[in-house]
């Protein structure tokens, strides 16, 4: 499911987005031994970039999650989730928790998966569903800024919502197979 959504979504974005295919050359530069110098300014210009563009929106996407959390947001989403989590996707109620954090910490809603996945709470058949759901969700809140940024907020709006529809549905798709089929894991 998940490279088919990789080619999908090319072959979406090739109609989509405007402009013309460019051949694929791919000319290999001379292999030379690099000099301190350049190494140093490469990486003082990426660490510079990182702390101007990166982690403000870190900063932001860890306010927030604070934020709905101690306004008690956080579990009035989980309870909204909670009927797509367990009828549409077959999971556990406290499922919903890990799509929510994933949501603004990605690798805090796999630990979450991981944890229940541990203790018994998600048989081999729904881990499936949720590892393959939490890998087509959005990474997390900074990345969702990014898209609000650089395509700006309709279309960052537009592409959220899409990116959640399609996860959670192929979600659902997967856990009817799995129970139509009768499919052991």
């Known amino acids: 499911m998940i490279v088919g959504t990789i080619f999908l979504v090319g072959w979406a974005a090739s109609k ?3 402009g013309t295919t460019g051949d694929f050359i791919l000319e290999i530069p001379p292999v030379r031994i690099p ?3 350049n190494i140093i300014i490469k990486v003082l210009a990426r660490t510079e970039w990182y702390l101007k563009e990166a982690v403000p929106l870190f900063i932001v996407g860890t306010l927030l999650l604070y934020v709905l959390d101690a306004l008690h947001l956080l579990t009035a989403i989980q309870r ?3 009927p797509l989590v367990v009828g549409g996707l077959g999971l556990p109620a406290e499922a919903s928790n890990a799509f929510v954090i994933g949501f603004l910490r ?3 809603g796999a630990a979450g998966l991981f944890a229940m996945q541990r203790a018994g709470h998600l048989t081999p058949a729904q ?3 949720a590892l393959t759901v939490i890998t087509l969700f959005i990474p997390c809140v900074a990345n969702f800024l990014v898209m ?3 395509r700006g907020r309709r279309a ?3 592409m959220a919502g899409f990116i959640i ?3 959670f549905g192929i979600g659902v798709v997967i856990n009817a197979a799995i129970k139509i089929f009768g499919v052991r894991l």
């Open 16 to 18: 989509v987005v405007p």
């Open 148 to 150: 609000l940024k650089e």
């Open 35 to 37: 000099k301190l110098s």
């Open 127 to 129: 881990t499936v569903v």
């Open 156 to 158: 960052g709006f537009a």
């Open 106 to 108: 990605r690798d805090y």
């Open 165 to 167: 529809l399609y996860s």
């Open 80 to 82: 909204v989730l909670s």
